[in-house]
């Protein structure tokens, strides 16, 4: 699964109308007759503007885990990977979207993958391997 990694322009704002009482996915509720909260999509999805990008997703390595081909991602650079985040790696030349788990009986770390398709991926000091960043977000197109 590769990704194509593009800045994010938060010097623009764009607010627009939010249901802040939420949206029920169960039993249906009385509709907003009006609704006067707006939210701005980059205040709410990016905490660093410095180092925080969007990337479009290509390939479906990650489809268990709701991201598919074609999902907008957003990635903050400033953050630690954790065990079990979801990360942009970059590995010997090339980008990949994986969840990332360390093995410290083998001293390695693993980028796995959540489609049977795809092998897990094992990172040694062999390998030229960065964290690029943590995925905060995703964002599909629903039509």
């Known amino acids: 699964m590769a990704v ?8 623009t704002e764009r607010p627009l109308p939010y249901a802040d009482a ?7 509720s009385p509709a907003q007759n009006c ?3 707006s939210i701005d999509l980059n205040k709410e999805l990016v905490r660093h503007p ?3 990008f969007y990337a479009r997703v290509v390939g479906d390595s990650m489809q268990d885990a709701g991201i598919t081909d074609g999902d907008l991602i957003v990635i903050d650079r400033s953050l630690e990977p954790r065990e079990g985040d979801i990360v ?3 590995i010997d030349g090339e980008f990949t979207l994986k969840r990332i788990t360390i093995d410290a009986v083998h001293h ?3 980028l796995l993958p959540e489609n049977e398709k795809y092998q897990p991926i094992k990172v040694t000091e062999d390998n030229d391997f960065t964290v690029w960043g943590v995925v905060t977000y995703n964002i599909k197109r629903q039509r």
């Open 88 to 90: 942009v790696a970059y």
């Open 35 to 37: 609704m006067e909260v």
């Open 4 to 11: 194509r990694i593009i800045n994010a322009n938060t010097e």
């Open 108 to 110: 390695c770390l693993w």
């Open 22 to 28: 939420g949206v029920r996915a169960g039993f249906p």
């Open 50 to 52: 410095a180092t925080t």
